[in-house]
């Protein structure tokens, strides 16, 4: 949280010890946005899923001593095992069953997607199905656009690449 609350206030507030003309500043200020950012807040920590199964060993392995040790056991640390199991189970399982439908999901919606380009073919700038973009046509290609097929790069405005 500090690096990133770092790095907002190098973006609006930068210090400037090369003293950098203006542009320059505003430069390196678009360069800060344009950044990739990483992020893992997404992903789901094993940690938690081990405290469990890590409980339910020793709830089972308590059990297992007890057996040895009384000849008329309790059976509370089975049960509290077995349902510790069980909820690590169903957790997993309906993790599982969310990524696997929202990765569906995320597929349908990039086929619903249309995949048009700006051509300029004889001189007049249309809206074509990506397919019909063929060797020769120009492509005009925005920000947002899907780049129908292998082009070559004649002029560019802040163009990032992969």
């Not at 040895?68 to 349902?83: A, H, I, Q, T």
């Not at 020769?136 to 004649?154: E, L, S, T, W, Y």
Request: charged residues 20%.
């Amino acid at each position: 949280m500090n690096a990133k609350t770092n790095s907002l206030t190098e973006l609006f507030r930068p210090n400037n010890p090369k003293r950098l003309r203006s542009r320059e500043l505003s430069n390196t200020r678009l360069n800060l946005l344009k950044k990739e950012i990483q992020t893992t807040d997404h992903l789901i920590p094993l940690s938690f899923s081990i405290l469990i199964w890590v409980g339910a060993a020793l709830c089972l392995i308590a059990y297992l001593i007890e057996v040895m040790n009384k000849p008329n056991p309790s059976r509370d640390n089975l049960y509290l095992g077995c349902v510790l199991v069980a909820v690590d189970l169903v957790c997993g399982l309906f993790s599982f069953v969310q990524n696997y439908r929202s990765t569906r999901i995320m597929k349908t919606f990039n086929n619903m997607l249309p995949s048009y380009a700006h051509c300029v073919r004889d001189g007049v700038l249309r809206e074509r199905a990506t397919h019909e973009v063929v060797k020769g046509d120009v492509v005009r290609v925005q920000a947002g656009d899907i780049v129908p097929a292998d082009i070559r790069v004649i002029d560019s405005k802040g163009f990032k690449g992969w």
